[in-house]
C-alpha cells in the first residue's frame, strides 16, 4: 500500500506514521507553570538529538489550531522541563497522565508520585523513574499545529544500580518502554541482543 499523506485527514495521517515509525522512546515530561504547579505528560514524538551540547526534543501538539497543551504552555513560561524515562512498573501511571486535565491541576498529585527536587531548574522530579534528565529550553519551533520544543539537557539522574562503577550502563537492568501502534500498543525492552560494527 501506498498514502499519499497529502490527500489524507490529519487523523489518518497520525495513525499511519505514529504506528509504523515505532518504538519510540516516551518522554514523561514534569514541567511548572509560573505560579509553580506541577504538571506531568507522556510524549513519544522524542528523542535525543547530539551529545555537544547535549540536546533532547520532544513535539506536544496543540490542543486546537493554537492552543498548546499545559506541558508546552509551561515551558513557554518558565523555560524549564525534566524528561523521564519509563519504565514497564510505571507504564499504567504514565498513561493515566495522558488524560486531559484543567490547567493548573497536578497529575503529580493526582496520582501521588513522589517527586525530588532538581539540582538546577525548579520543575520537580519524579523520584521512581529509572532515568531522569534536568533541561532548559533551547527553542520552540512551530510547525502548524505543532511545537518541536528543543531542549538543553544539564543533569542526569540514573536509578542506582542501573550503571556500573564507570559509569557504562548495566543491559540486563535497563527496560525502557517503547510506544508502539497507536493509540494504545507498547513493547518492552528485555530481549535486546548485540550486533558488532564494521571495523
Ligand atoms: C505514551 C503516550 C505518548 C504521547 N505522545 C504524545 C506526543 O508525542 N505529542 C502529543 O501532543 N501528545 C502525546 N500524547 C498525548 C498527551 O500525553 C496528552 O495530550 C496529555 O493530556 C498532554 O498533557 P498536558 O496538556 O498536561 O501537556 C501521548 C500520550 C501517551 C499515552
Redesign the pocket.
Known sequence: MTFNLEKLPPGDRYRILASLVTPRP??W?T?CDQDGRT????????NVFGSNPPIVA????N?DRSTP??????IRETGEFVVHMVDEPLGEV??A?????P?GES?LDLHTLATLPSEKVKVPRIADAPVALECTEHSTIEIGS?RLIIGIVHFVHVREGLMDEKGYLRHDSYHPLG?MSA?DW?SRTNDQYEIPRPD
Not at 39 to 46: E, G, H, T, V
Not at 97 to 101: E, K, M, V, W
Open positions: 516516551i518522554a515530561v514541567t504538571n506531568a505528560a507522556p510524549y513519544s514524538f522524542f520532544f513535539a506536544p501538539g490542543k497543551k499545559d506541558t508546552a504552555r509551561n504514565m498513561v497522565t495522558s488524560a486531559t486535565l490547567h497529575e505543532n510506544r493509540p507498547y
